[in-house]
C-alpha cells in the first residue's frame, strides 16, 4: 500500500463517524484508530459566561437561563443518574433538591462519586445523559434557585 493511498483513505475516514478501521492488502496490514471527542462545552452554552454577538433570540434564552445555578463536574468520569441500574434516578426535571443532597454520581477510575446539589431549588434541566463521559467542569444540572 502506497503513501498517498494511506493518506486519501485517512481523509475519507475523517468525514465519516468510523472510528477504528482496518485492511489487508498483499501481505500489508493496516489499521487506523481514532478517538471520538466529545464537545460537550459547545453543546451546553454556559449560564455564567453567555457569549456575546449571538441572535436576540439566543441573548434572551441567555437572559432566562442566567437565574438557574449550573451544577458542573468536579472530575471527569461517567455521568449515572441513579445509584445502580435498578434503582430510580436520583433527581427528575421539576424535582425539589435542598443544598448538600446528591443529584447524581461520576464514576472515575471505579470510584462512585456523589455529586451534590449546593443550592435549595427546583431542577430545570438535565444536560447529561445517563452513562455518558463528562468532563472536569461539564454543566451537569441547571436548578432555578428556592
Known amino acids: 500500500m502506497e503513501l498517498e493511498e494511506i493518506k486519501k483513505l485517512i481523509e475519507f475516514l475523517k468525514e465519516t463517524d468510523i472510528t477504528e478501521f482496518q485492511i489487508e492488502n498483499e501481505g500489508t496490514k493496516l489499521k487506523i484508530r481514532r478517538e471520538k471527542f466529545l464537545s460537550s462545552f459547545e453543546t451546553f452554552p454556559s449560564v455564567k459566561h453567555p457569549a456575546a454577538g449571538h441572535p436576540v433570540a439566543a441573548g434572551e434564552e441567555a437572559v432566562e437561563e442566567k437565574k438557574l445555578a449550573t451544577i458542573t463536574s468536579p472530575i471527569v468520569g461517567i455521568f449515572h443518574r441513579a445509584p445502580s441500574p435498578e434503582s430510580a434516578p436520583f433527581v427528575e426535571i421539576g424535582s ?36 455518558q463521559p463528562v468532563e472536569y467542569g461539564e454543566p451537569l444540572f441547571l436548578i432555578e434557585p428556592a
Not at 461520576?106 to 451534590?116: G, H, R
Open 96 to 131: 425539589a433538591v435542598k443544598k448538600g443532597q446528591v443529584l447524581c454520581i461520576v464514576e472515575a477510575m471505579k470510584l462512585m462519586n456523589e455529586i451534590e446539589s449546593d443550592t435549595d431549588g427546583v431542577i430545570s434541566k438535565i444536560l447529561v445523559e445517563n452513562g
